[in-house]
């Protein structure tokens, strides 16, 4: 461990002595305090705070992203090109000691940058809040400086099946269809089903089972918060829609709200008193839909109840904990890459793969169409090419792969005063570091086990 | 006063078994370097073989691009062999264990440049997990040794070749390694700074440390070592002792003091008798250039003239000499830097001697006479004063660090 040590505690110094610590902490604290200056937002504190919390938090990560790629494949690469590694390596030191050594150090950098920004922020956030009016103060408290559980509605997707399903055979009973036509016939009933599902009528009203039970401890006196988001199927001359909330556990009186006025495609949240949630932890959601619209509540998004799980600041801490698992597999890929290319090389190797990592939108819209040749969604048709053959299963695999970072949104979840919970910490180190740092780092370091570091002459 | 004659002398060196433990065996050891493709490019090492045995100053001397670094580089195992093998202490040159006994200064500094003199000791320290005390004691004697001592804040890459040179030997030294691998360990470096490494080659071998000296400066190979291979086009073109290698047997010197030229005139008669005039030369010895250098910088370092550069090393290690008190038996090796007959330590003021011997003179010139029996010995094996007496004259010469 020593000589593993002794390794980081360099990466350490050349960090400072090259001044990297240093530039990248006044570029981290400058964009924790330079943002709140430039950013716009809605006027209203809560809709600063969010804002702010995801500017900086994006600049953080962004920020030190990028520093510790370069610091990654410049910390190997550079000791290989400058022959340095020659008088390490000769020394009884593994070369996956080596190879260890530096990442730890990459990593314990980036925990200390990380937590001097995180800091900086979070004091910024307490600051800010405290020169707020008593009310706002409470507004933030209960939507974005808190850690906020999450219930939704129980998956309706094998009913929906099982519905569209029994449709399916009916008609099947009624029209004997062509087996050719079969899973069109499907899609489409499934559709319907779905839409019923979500569609609610003009002066109809919905209904939502929500169980609390597991969260229900640490919700006496707290507030709930149902929010909302729906689609209209015309536009109305205000923008807005009307919608009346009801709450409660039957046989108990519900709480009812007042007639809200709502904008479609957008988040709201009404918040309930807790104390209508029945003793079994379930409660019952109502809307109304007095308007001559149809109105869409999404399956995935429609309704949830969000309740208060925790504090911010730990939720704030393991928000950041998960940025932290980006770096050390930033670090590992910068290190995978300097095992085997040249400094500017593994910059840009890796620069690339962050690109891809990024742009797998467009990954996800061929995978999810089938085809690179483009798919018409209203006639349902799609393009077909020999390259999908090969190229649809490996978007599909870089997909996955690219998924197991990219299923978490600590910046997200914070700004929405979500609850980063241990268990989503957990998993995102074991997909993060334990699983893609992992392979990256096995690779990295068999290929550095292999390869002959005298070859380079020194650049001194 | 030297006579050299040509004579019938038969060399009659007999390579004896060196029972020593073998510490590096290289056999059928060939490099290739290959280009993007796979493509030969370079055959560096050309299936080449020789062995290392402990206590040995062994010389790898050629041109430049001989294969001479790609030979340490492979023998430390930072290049892969494209055939052959080697073994270092017995196991493959990557083995950890293996590392732990090996000390490598290599042909630049290669060292962190952000690092001062003091850091770099500790880094090197740990990778052999040494404690704090021991990495401690062994920097502040190494720095003192490489006459680095007053620079030990300053950061590396702000050092002079001979400084970076200097703290590079250090480094190489620092876990009192079995076997040090040198690769041009003077360049660079100053006359004194030249000689101070030369001293501590000689007085690692005497503690038993073996010795890979990798140069093309014929007169540090000469200085120093035991045996030598020379190396052109990857291959070993010759390979032995020094003696071996550079006696010339039909011929033969004698150097005396002046000698009247009565005496002179009857020395040649006898001469005369067996050979032939005009192979007789007679000449009177100089010294060496590097001789003569380290005697000015004496007599100024005696007159306290202030440098800003390194200073002289002080003496070898303590750790290095392998007695805690200093006095170790390895370091009579400074006896022979002292002594008149010495070769390396040049004689700066010989005292006359009394006499001719006449007899052995007569001896020396007889046809028949038996030749001198072949041994192989360190040029520190000579007459032994005392220990105090020689490491006094030392100090003398490279200026002694209080």
New interface residues.
């Given amino acids: 461990m020593q000589k593993i040590l002794a390794i980081a505690l360099l990466t350490w110094k050349a960090a400072f002595r090259f001044r990297l610590f240093l530039v990248v902490a006044v570029l981290l604290l400058g964009a924790v305090v330079g943002l709140p200056l430039l950013i716009k937002d809605d006027g209203t504190a809560r809709g600063f705070t969010q804002i702010l919390l995801t500017y900086t938090l994006s600049a953080i990560t962004a920020l030190l992203g990028m520093s510790t790629l370069w610091l990654a494949c410049g910390t190997l690469a550079r000791d290989i090109e400058d022959c340095q590694i020659q008088v390490v390596a000769v020394k009884p030191i593994a070369r996956w000691q080596i190879w260890i050594g530096k990442w730890l150090g990459l990593v314990s950098l980036n925990a200390a940058l990380l937590a001097l920004s995180g800091l900086s922020v979070f004091a910024l956030l307490q600051y800010r809040a405290t020169r707020l009016p008593e009310a706002q103060q409470q507004i933030l408290r209960n939507e974005v400086l808190v850690a906020r559980g999450s219930a939704r509605e129980a998956n309706l997707d094998v009913e929906i099946a099982r519905e569209a399903d029994r449709l399916l055979r009916e008609r099947l009973e009624k029209n004997p269809t062509s087996q050719a036509d079969l899973p069109e016939v499907r899609r489409q009933i499934l559709e319907q089903v779905k839409a019923e599902y979500q569609l609610v009528q003009p002066g109809y009203i919905r209904q939502w089972d929500i169980d609390l039970s597991s969260g229900r401890k640490s919700l006496s006196g707290q507030p709930l918060f149902i929010r909302i988001k729906f689609n209209a199927a015309d536009k109305s001359s205000s923008g807005t829609f009307t919608l009346m909330v009801q709450a409660g556990a039957p046989p108990l009186a519900p709480w009812r709200s007042e007639a809200l006025s709502l904008a479609p495609d957008t988040f709201h949240e009404v918040e309930v008193p807790s104390s209508f949630i029945g003793a079994d932890g379930k409660l019952s959601i109502a809307i109304l839909n007095p308007n001559d619209t149809a109105l869409l509540f999404p399956l995935d998004e429609g309704l949830e109840v969000l309740y208060r799980e925790g504090s911010f600041g730990l939720n704030f801490a393991r928000g950041l904990g998960i940025i932290f698992c980006w770096m050390a597999l930033l670090a590992t890929i910068g290190l995978a890459s300097a095992s085997f290319l040249s400094f500017p090389v593994a910059a840009f190797f890796s620069l690339g793969l962050l690109v891809i990592t990024l742009s797998s939108g467009t990954i996800a819209s061929a995978v999810n169409d089938g085809t690179l040749m483009g798919f018409n969604s209203e006639t349902g048709s799609k393009g077909s090419s020999v390259f999908d053959l090969v190229v649809i299963p490996v978007f599909r695999s870089i997909l996955t792969i690219v998924n197991l970072a990219k299923d978490f949104s600590p910046v997200d979840a914070l700004s929405g005063g979500r609850s980063i919970t241990w268990g989503m910490l957990g998993r995102a180190a074991a997909q993060i570091i334990g699983v893609l740092a992992g392979l990256f780092g096995v690779f990295g370091i068999w290929i550095f086990n292999r390869r002959e570091l005298a070859t380079a002459q020194g650049t001194q | 006063m030297a006579i050299l004659a040509e004579t019938a002398l038969s060399n009659t060196v007999a390579a004896q078994p060196d029972k020593r433990e073998t510490i590096v065996a290289v056999r059928g050891l060939t490099k290739i370097?290959k280009d993007f493709w796979g493509r030969p490019k370079a055959r560096a090492v050309d299936d080449v073989d020789f062995e290392v045995r402990r206590g040995e100053v062994f010389g790898l001397l050629g041109p430049n691009g001989s294969g001479k670094s790609t030979t340490v580089?492979l023998l430390?195992?930072?290049?892969?062999p494209t055939k052959g093998h080697i073994e270092v202490f017995g196991r493959s040159p990557r083995h950890?264990?293996t590392?732990?006994r090996?000390g490598?200064l290599?042909e630049?500094?290669?060292?962190?440049?952000?690092?001062n003199s003091r850091?770099t000791l500790d880094?090197?320290g740990?990778?052999?997990?040494l404690s704090r005390s021991d990495r401690n004691n062994r920097a502040e004697q190494l720095l003192e040794m490489v006459g680095l001592n007053q620079a030990r804040l300053r950061?590396v890459g702000e050092f002079s070749k001979g400084m970076q040179r200097r703290i590079g030997l250090a480094?190489a030294l620092i876990?009192d390694p079995d076997l040090v691998i040198l690769d041009e360990p003077t360049s660079g470096l100053d006359p004194i700074g030249c000689r101070e490494v030369k001293d501590l080659i000689v007085a690692l071998a005497r503690r038993g440390k073996t010795v890979i000296l990798s140069s093309h400066l014929l007169a540090d190979v000469e200085d120093v070592c035991d045996r030598v291979v020379i190396y052109y086009g990857g291959k070993i073109q010759a390979m032995g002792t020094l003696r071996e290698l550079l006696a010339t047997p039909d011929a033969i010197r004698i150097t005396t003091p002046a000698l009247p030229r009565a005496t002179l005139e009857r020395v040649m008669e006898i001469i005369r008798q067996d050979v032939a005039q005009d192979k007789v030369h007679i000449d009177t010895p100089t010294q060496n250039l590097e001789s003569y250098f380290l005697e000015v910088v004496r007599k100024a370092r005696t007159a306290a003239a202030d440098t800003s550069g390194a200073t002289s090393g002080a003496r070898v290690a303590k750790y290095l000499r392998g007695d805690p008190e200093g006095e170790a038996a390895s370091d009579r090796i400074l006896e022979r830097l002292a002594a008149p007959a010495a070769s390396a330590a040049p004689d700066l003021n010989p005292a006359p001697a009394e006499t001719v011997d006449q007899a052995k003179l007569a001896a020396l010139t007889q046809p028949a006479a038996p030749a001198p029996e072949a041994a192989v010995e360190k040029p520190g094996q000579a007459a032994e004063p005392s220990f105090d007496e020689a490491n006094d004259k030392l100090s003398g010469l490279l200026g002694k660090k209080s």
């Fill in positions: 370097f580089k430390l195992g930072l290049l892969h950890v264990a590392k732990a090996i490598y290599p630049e500094s290669y060292l962190y440049r952000y690092l850091e880094f090197f740990n990778l052999f997990e950061a480094q876990n």
